[in-house]
């Protein structure tokens, strides 16, 4: 007897095929089809160019994961694309919450692929900004208003987390990281040690130390990805070491 369908939630990473894992690549080797958003798919069209790709323009992310099931309901295998980690700003939110809608006439198994999200591979360009207790926030009010991103940033602050801000700017929210800086500053240091990194793992990657003053400040864009360290991050030539506590 046939099995059920499978939707792989795929997690690419920065994109590029050393950062993406073996079982991410074995994913959409299995898959009969990939779906996603078109600028995740250019990433991988060379590595599966056989394979059938569907996708839609951004801001259609629904009308995506309903294409999935669709696809599944044809019998076929599917992996669903997304970049970073599916489960952090991804798709497999959305995938689990969907087939609820569908599990009785499209039984497919959906399973969730991790990938390396920006925080994780940002971070080890910049050094190690984020070795203790660390939080991620997106700045981008799209699907989440912005007075509570503002609460979060000053727990965050409050708590002297490490943070790793997301979606910290864009021409229609030019002005949100310095916003940002200015409510972690209630609570943090102006001199707290803080980067950014932009096109992680692309053609293109750069970085930048800096203070938290000198971070609200800077031009940055959707690609880039911002890291604010705690009291006791230190800049070390041209990294961030947050220290662990060892003794050394």
Excluded at 66 to 74: L, P, T, W, Y
Excluded at 163 to 191: F, G, Q, T, W
Excluded at 200 to 225: H, N, P, Q, S
């Amino acid at each position: 007897m046939k099995k059920n369908p499978t939707i792989y939630v795929v997690g690419l990473g920065p994109g590029t095929e050393a950062m993406t894992t073996p079982q991410a690549e074995r994913a959409m080797a299995e898959a009969d089809v990939i779906i996603g958003y078109t600028v995740y798919l250019d990433l991988i069209r060379d590595r599966f160019p056989e394979k059938e790709m569907l996708s839609t323009p951004m801001k259609q992310e629904t009308e995506r994961c309903r294409m999935c099931f669709d696809e599944a309901g044809k019998g076929k295998d599917v992996a669903m694309v997304c970049s970073g980690d599916p489960g952090v700003y991804g798709m497999a939110s959305i995938m689990l919450e969907m087939a609820e809608q569908y599990r009785e006439s499209v039984p497919a198994e959906v399973v969730v692929i991790p990938g390396i999200t920006a925080a994780m591979s940002g971070a080890a360009v910049l050094g190690a900004p984020l070795s203790h207790d660390f939080c991620v926030i997106s700045l981008s009010d799209l699907l989440t208003p912005w007075e509570l991103i503002e609460k979060r940033l000053r727990a965050a602050a409050a708590g002297d987390f490490c943070v790793a801000l997301y979606n910290p700017s864009s021409h229609k929210r030019a002005d949100y990281l310095r916003k940002a800086c200015a409510i972690l500053m209630e609570e943090k240091s102006p001199e707290t040690a803080c980067g950014w990194v932009r096109n992680i793992g692309r053609e293109g990657e750069e970085y930048r130390v800096m203070t938290l003053a000198e971070l609200a400040e800077e031009k940055v864009d959707m690609f880039t990805t911002c890291f604010i360290g705690n009291s006791q991050t230190r800049i070390s030539g041209d990294r961030l070491v947050t220290p662990r506590g060892y003794r050394l």
